[in-house]
C-alpha cells in the first residue's frame, strides 16, 4: 500500500508548512513512518520517524525545527516544518518503515512510496 504525502506548496524563508501522510491503520498501530526528501540532483534524504509507540527521530539539519506527530483516529501522521529555507526545497515523500523499536534512516528499510509533495523555500 502506497503512502501518499500531501501539503506541499511554495512558501517564503523563515515560513511554515504541514505536510500531511495518510497511512493504513493497521501499519500505523505497527510501523514506523518515515518522512524523506529529494532536492533537484541530490539522493533521497531522510528528515524524520516515528514508529508505533509514537517515539520520533529527526536528521541533524531538521531537529529544532521539523517536528512529526500523529493522529491516530484520523490515521494521519505530520511533518511540521517551521522556520524553512532554501535548502528545504525538495519533494517530501512519506513511507512505511520496519515494526521495531529502532527507527531506521535508510531508504531500503522503507516501502509504500508515493508520488511525495513538492515543497518550494523562496521569496
Known amino acids: 500500500v502506497q503512502l501518499q504525502a500531501s501539503g506541499g506548496g511554495l512558501v517564503q524563508p523563515g515560513g511554515s508548512l504541514r505536510l500531511s501522510c495518510s497511512v493504513p491503520?493497521?501499519?500505523?498501530?505497527?510501523?514506523?513512518v518515515g518522512w524523506f526528501r529529494q532536492a533537484p540532483g541530490k539522493e533521497r534524504e531522510f528528515v524524520g520517524a516515528?514508529?508505533?509507540?509514537?517515539?520520533?527521530s529527526y536528521s541533524d539539519s531538521v531537529r529544532d525545527r521539523f517536528t512529526i506527530s500523529r493522529d491516530i483516529p484520523k490515521t494521519t501522521v505530520y511533518l511540521q516544518m517551521n522556520s524553512l529555507n532554501s535548502e528545504d526545497t525538495a519533494v517530501y515523500y512519506c513511507?512505511?518503515?520496519?515494526?521495531?523499536?529502532?527507527?531506521?534512516?535508510?531508504?531500503?528499510?522503507?516501502?509504500?512510496w508515493g508520488q511525495g509533495t513538492l515543497v518550494t523555500v523562496s521569496s
Open positions: 513511507a512505511s518503515g520496519p515494526a521495531a523499536e529502532v527507527l531506521y534512516t535508510a531508504t531500503r528499510y522503507y516501502t509504500g
Open positions: 491503520e493497521r501499519t500505523l498501530r505497527r510501523n514506523a
Open positions: 516515528v514508529n508505533w509507540r509514537g517515539r520520533t
